[in-house]
């Protein structure tokens, strides 16, 4: 065997790349002086691209299969070497392997609390957190604008970046929908879609994409969750009378039974007639009436339209009654508003109301 021979058979023939890792997402093929022998077979797997970098240039990318390093394989790097026919001496590039699966169960979070102008409570702040997946869909895209010249590049150095880009659009979808706090957990799978449509033209840039984004939680600062909770306590509580029977009751330590509520509720109203019996100075001192509290004001909805393929808003009711004397609206308008289950023409909500102000007809004589 001659000394050409020798030196042939020193240089590898075999190139191909097995990811024993979760996180790699780039990997060089390190040789020697980066010599390739020619004739030499490229194995790409399946969730795989190689990247053949030339002189500093991006000369090919090769998708899932197997090929003979030869001429006719490597058009660009031919050109770039002026190889006016076949060559037979190896060449010298560097292969960047780029994985184009899924990386899953990535995690983000809003670090401080992103302020909204809530319908219901006003101004108001709210921390969210989720998951999402990163895909790379341009090879050799990622590799010119992120990875560079990085050996092996991992997720963790490009995730921080992408969980800025997800908080910001976060914010900025949240405050633009205008859907109201407590309407929020029934819609974080459209909000998710939201902000992943929303930051998709700019991480598109950097030759990935993200086809899912989840939002696990959206919550509220600690008062006003305590706030939320009062209310719904007394909510649950019912009638203010018989809650205080009850616990009139249970200060007296009578069981806790119907008949020990009975005891108790007729006990409490026995002394309450002695307490308004007792005579002072000037007489029987007059019985206290309870003073019952107003109820609650209604809630005042806003109204989003849709209109050829758009949508508009919000409105309040007030708005849509100028718009319905205008004749900018009527019955058959398309409308919404949060708590509603999909779009419905307006004469099958309440807005029915705002297209009868105009008198009926007159009667017959």
Known sequence: M?????LTGEF???IHWTDDTRDTMVWRFDREDHEIKYGAKLTVRESQAAVFVHEGQ?????MPGLYML???NLPILTTLQHWDHGFRSPFKSEVY???????TDLKWGTKNPIMIRDPEFGPTRLRAFGTYTVKVTDPGKFLVEIVGTDGEFTMNEISYQIRNIIVQEFGRVISQTSVPVLDMAANTKDLGKLVAEAISET???YGIELPELYIENISLPPLVEKALDERTSRGVVGSLEEHLHYKAGEALGLPNSGAGQAM????GAGLGMQMTGAAGPWGPRPAVQPVTPP???PVEHVWHLAKDGKTTGPYSKADLGQMAAKSEIDRETWVWTPGQDGWKHAEETELAEIFTVSPPPPPES
Do not use: C, H, K, Q
């Open 2 to 6: 001659g000394i050409l021979d020798f």
């Open 203 to 205: 991480i598109a840039s």
């Open 58 to 62: 991006l000369a090919d990318v090769f």
């Open 70 to 72: 030869e001429t006719n």
């Open 97 to 103: 392997y780029v994985s184009t699966r899924r990386f």
């Open 264 to 267: 108790g509720m007729g006990m």
């Open 295 to 297: 109820p609650p004001p």
């Open 12 to 14: 590898i023939d075999v």
